[in-house]
């Protein structure tokens, strides 16, 4: 029996997204990768990683896309739904990568730590 493969979503010019998808390849797991950025972001997906991470940690604030909306565009952020309207509108703005593990758990971003604790939970499983 197989093991699921994890979903990796980001934008495959992304640094991080290559770090990751890097990280995962040279340790030989498997895992799909869906780029937002050519195939959109899937509206259940957006909800999915919102009831489990938070629309918070979704939001990347930090990133370009972000910094050239216009002061009323990031003003009218308020709250899950505007946050959901914005990332679906400007899918630029979502922090990456999100990974849907086998499991079930949904993380954000890339760290070498987060990701060995990951793959753990997928070799187990």
Not at 9 to 20: E, F, L
Not at 28 to 37: L, N, P, S, V
Not at 99 to 124: C, H, I, M, S, Y
């Amino acid at each position: 029996m197989t093991t699921p493969a994890p979903v990796l979503y980001g934008i495959s010019n992304c640094d991080t997204v290559k770090r990751a998808r890097a990280w995962l390849e040279d340790r030989g797991f498997e895992h799909q990768f869906h780029d937002f950025k050519k195939s959109g972001v899937p509206p259940a997906a957006l909800d999915h990683w919102m009831a489990r991470v938070g629309w918070e940690s979704l939001l990347n604030r930090q990133g370009t896309t972000w910094r050239k909306l216009d002061d009323a565009a990031k003003a009218a952020v308020i709250d899950a739904p505007s946050a959901r309207s914005a990332m679906l509108a400007h899918v630029s703005i979502i922090k990456r990568p999100v990974v849907e593990w086998p499991n079930g758990d949904v993380t954000v971003g890339f760290t070498t730590e987060l990701f060995k604790q990951r793959t753990g939970d997928v070799a187990a499983a």
